[in-house]
């Protein structure tokens, strides 16, 4: 059984900064590509960003120069620093992950999400 259990999310001031964590557990083997997407209220599940094992990022254009995510393979562990937050960052954050568990296939792996919410 593997589990993403996140953490950090909660309300901020727009310009203001949040760190979201998610750590894996259970009975893994190896994890590939690790990191978070978003859902905001009537809109489509998007991506925010992503890091392989050897640590090469991608992100989405709307969140360049303000997130950055970052892992530690050791912890098995994501984490998401979000600066200058605006009220279009407003979602469900949800951590992602490419696990090959023990005693069976690959398989992408969500988080339970968590609430980001930014107004004045």
């Known amino acids: 059984q593997v589990q993403l259990v996140e953490s950090g999310g909660g309300l901020v001031q727009p310009g203001g900064s949040l760190r979201l964590s998610c750590a894996a557990s259970?009975?893994?083997?190896?994890?590939?590509?690790m990191g978070w997407y978003r859902q905001a209220p009537g809109k489509e599940r998007e991506l925010v960003a992503t890091?392989?094992?050897?640590?090469?990022?991608n992100s989405a254009n709307s969140v360049k120069g303000r997130f950055t995510v970052s892992r530690d393979n050791a912890k098995k562990t994501v984490w998401l620093q979000m600066n200058s937050l605006q009220p279009e960052d407003t979602a469900v954050y949800y951590c992602?992950?490419?696990?090959?568990?023990?005693?069976?296939?690959?398989?992408?792996?969500w988080g339970q999400g968590t609430q980001v919410t930014v107004s004045s």
């Open positions: 890091i392989t094992r050897d640590g090469t990022t």
């Open positions: 259970g009975s893994i083997l190896s994890i590939n590509a």
């Open positions: 992602y992950a490419e696990v090959t568990p023990r005693w069976a296939r690959t398989n992408a792996y």
